[in-house]
């Protein structure tokens, strides 16, 4: 018996020599065709674009990417991704950067400083640009890079590069969370810190610094933390033993281990003490208690980031930096002191 007669392909099996050789054109022809940089004849465009369809023709990524020297890629590089907060700002960035066609390649740098440049830069040689989220890198490093890692945005960091950057007034929304506890009549709050690396929990030790000069009956204390719940959990001992009737968490998942360790040893919230986070993540108004936060509209950092990325790959202006304001969103997590507050220090304790 004679073998049976193909009558079709596989899809993406034929080649771009094929498709030239159906639709009567060059190789040529066919590649700005299928790249939409074809300016001959609309005649001539639709055979080709016939002769691809009949052939289930798929043009390579890779060599389309040779020949118009762009991967359609960019990069976005944040210090935690299992962080839901710079979650939200990638899928702002991905969902606003696909309706242009681009896909984001991801970059976790483990909270390491060491690590971040290293990443950065070897994900940016895959990518057309980069967003660099929260970096942990110190300034005069991030400055010498910053040439090598253009176009880039910085979200959560100004530098002294051009790069245009998108920052939250951490300062104002710590303060705001100060404020609210102050209303309530507490005056011995402790701040469980961030990370030494974070410029963000800088911003927001100014503000402490600032709210408590306005302020001299209140006393602020410092404890060391970190960015995870694992963090606020094994803070919260410490955080016991200041006599605090207020704490206040550098984020909401730090936040979320300081209630989780709070409630193993039976300590009510907010009764026995109230509990702020920051950053409003989704978990934070569905735990018990709901948490009282800084909102921080974290998906709209993304998006915006990508109209400036594509402003610099077009190379068009970018447009002007952005600081966004935080919103209180004060939950059932805080409330009235229960005892006399009352301490004549203020400032404060390592």
């Given amino acids: 018996m004679a073998p049976r007669k193909r009558t079709g392909r596989s899809k993406g099996s034929a080649t771009i020599a094929q498709v030239a050789g159906e639709a009567g054109v060059s190789p ?60 939200a700002m990638l899928s702002g960035l991905s969902a606003t950067a696909n309706e242009d066609g681009y896909r984001v390649l991801i970059g976790d740098s483990a909270e390491s400083a060491l690590e971040e440049p290293m990443l950065a830069g070897d994900i ?27 176009p880039m945005v910085l979200i959560n960091r100004k530098a002294s590069s051009a790069a245009p950057s998108l920052t939250v007034d951490y300062r104002a929304g710590i303060e705001a969370l100060l404020g609210h506890l102050y209303e309530l009549g507490h005056r011995r709050v402790a701040y469980v810190e961030g990370t030494s690396q974070s410029v963000s ?26 960015v995870a719940s694992q963090h606020g959990f094994e803070a919260a001992d410490r955080l016991m033993e200041t006599g605090a009737t207020a704490a206040m968490a550098y984020n909401d ?12 040893r039976g300590v009510r919230v907010p009764d026995d003490i109230s509990v702020t986070g920051f950053d409003d993540i989704p978990f ?61 220090v203020s400032g404060f304790l390592a």
């Avoid at 911003?203 to 060391?224: K, N």
């Avoid at 998942?253 to 300081?258: K, N, R, S, T």
């Avoid at 915006?304 to 002007?320: D, F, N, T, V």
Wanted: proline share 6%; charged share 20%; glycine share 6%.
């Fill in 28 to 87: 040529a022809t066919v590649s700005r065709v299928m790249n939409n940089r074809f300016v001959g004849a609309d005649e001539v465009a639709e055979r080709v674009r016939s002769a691809a369809a009949k052939l289930n023709y798929a043009p390579s990524y890779t060599a389309r990417s040779l020949a118009l020297g762009q991967t359609q890629a960019v990069a976005f590089v944040a210090p935690d991704l299992r962080n839901p907060a710079f979650q």
């Fill in 124 to 150: 940016r040689r895959r990518t057309d640009a980069l967003v660099l989220c929260a970096p942990r890198m110190a300034e005069e490093q991030l400055a010498s890079l910053s040439g090598s890692l253009h």
């Fill in 201 to 226: 929990n800088q911003y927001r030790l100014q503000g402490v610094e600032a709210f408590t000069a306005a302020h001299p009956d209140l006393e602020v204390l410092r404890i060391p933390g970190g």
């Fill in 253 to 264: 998942l730090v936040a979320i281990g300081l209630l989780g360790r709070l409630q193993e």
């Fill in 284 to 344: 934070a108004r569905y735990i018990a208690p709901a948490l009282t936060t800084a909102s921080v509209p974290h998906e709209e950092l993304g998006v915006q980031a990508w109209y400036r990325l594509r402003s610099l790959i077009e190379g068009k202006e970018p447009g002007h930096d952005m600081v966004f304001q935080p919103r209180l969103e004060v939950r059932a997590s805080t409330g009235a002191p229960k005892r006399d507050t009352t301490h004549p």
